[in-house]
């Protein structure tokens, strides 16, 4: 059970580490990257590019030496042993998939040249596994220019997130978390858990706080929740101005939306002038550096609450078979994402019925919600592209007399924690 909490702990910081004009379309051969397949007669579809009656041929960049490689090498590690058991038991009707792979160093100049080799000379059919904020943030709208279907992006930066993706939009299938959607989920937390009516939130003016704070805005909007914000740098080690703003505003419940670098200051700031106020934070801070930095200052105050996106308890059946076809990565977290990103391509592709093509790709993982294998279902019905909508939840406390995060819930929804 230890080792689990601490791989679950672990899970938390992938975001951390992966955080640091329209051209005239013309018709031309169908599955070429910028054009529209004809409409046709079934029988007639040609298939998409890098389709092939013995294999598909899918591939992504990603940081596999440099700084980030310790991330990168065992994060395609988890694909390709995905793709192995696929391929080891027939294949998807009767299509091995290729992985090809093209080390970008964390690098978006690289990151760009790379994808434009994959899409345009390797003639892949899919991204599998997009990854590093700076390369994707770099290419999201290239990757939506080409018409490719990119399933999982190795961030939860805030151009990922859209209610209802058309047209160039659609292709993009984010599984990890997106920040917006956890602020979402945190406001659902405060009213489902906490019965919150007057929720209090700071949150850093960097993009993860922002993304944050617009999830939380929007989903207190919607539930006619009452929010006091106030905003503060990130990194900043003084928020006090921010926490007496809050304390003075007779809160129910804070959202601490904020990542690594200033939660600990916040929390600490909230303990020092008594705000005996429960707070709930991001996945990303569900770490024991966190834990740890925290624990003294709010003992008997108040209790910081974290959120998080899988469940490898109630998911032991996928953690073995994870175990067996990656032992040289059996514990390691970033090559269980690796193999989440390959379980959601292989879902949509099964989920396809005669000619394989970009649209009828994307029909299919539309069709219906899919489980992460260590983790909830993701919903893409209807142009969603919210990444995971299944949340649990602990808090900071002693796990066999050490700092770390209690399970305190499982994973919910926000219609389920509002009684929907």
Known sequence: MKKIIAMLASLAIVAS??????????????????????????????????????????????????????????????????????????????????????????????????????????????????????????????????????????????????DKAEGKDRGIFPVQPIYQTEGQIMVARAVGDFEAKKIGVIYTNDDAGKDLFAGVEAKAKELGVEIVAEQVAAGATDVSSAVTSIKNANVDFIIGAAIQATIPTIVKEL??????????????????????????????????YGLGWVDLVENADSLAAFAEWAPDYATNVY???????????????????????????????????????????????????????????SKVGLVENAPGWVPVDGLQSMDSLLGK
Not at 57 to 81: D, L, R, W
Not at 357 to 367: F, I, N, P, Q, R
């Open 17 to 162: 580490f992966a955080a640091c004009g329209a051209k005239e379309e013309t018709p031309e051969t169908p599955g070429t990257p910028g054009t529209e397949t004809p409409v046709e007669k079934p029988e007639d579809e040609e298939p998409a590019q890098g389709v092939f009656d013995d294999k598909i041929i899918v591939g992504n960049s990603a940081a596999t030496s440099g700084n980030y490689a310790p991330v990168g090498v065992p994060f395609n590690a988890g694909i390709e042993a995905y793709f192995k058991m696929i391929n080891e038991a027939g294949g998807v009707n009767g299509r091995k998939i290729e992985f090809k792979h093209i080390d970008d160093e964390f690098d978006p100049v690289k990151g760009k040249a790379a994808l434009s080799t994959l899409v345009e000379d390797d003639k892949i059919f899919a991204l599998v596994g997009h990854f590093g904020t700076p390369v994707v943030g770099a290419t999201i709208e290239d990757v939506k220019e080409y018409g490719i279907p990119a399933v999982y992006f190795a961030t939860g930066i805030g151009q990922l997130y859209n």
């Open 271 to 304: 303990a020092a002038q008594n705000v005996n106020k429960d707070l709930i934070t991001t996945y990303v801070n569900v770490s024991p550096v966190i834990s740890e930095a925290v624990i003294n200052e709010i003992n008997g105050k108040f209790d910081v």
């Open 335 to 393: 090559a269980m994402t690796g193999w989440i990103a390959g379980h959601f391509f292989v879902e949509g592709l099964k989920r396809v019925e005669g000619t394989v093509t970009w649209d009828k790709y994307m029909d299919a993982l539309e069709s219906a919600p899919i489980k992460n294998p260590f983790g909830g279902v993701i919903n893409y019905a209807g142009g969603l592209r919210a990444g995971t909508q299944e949340m649990n939840l």
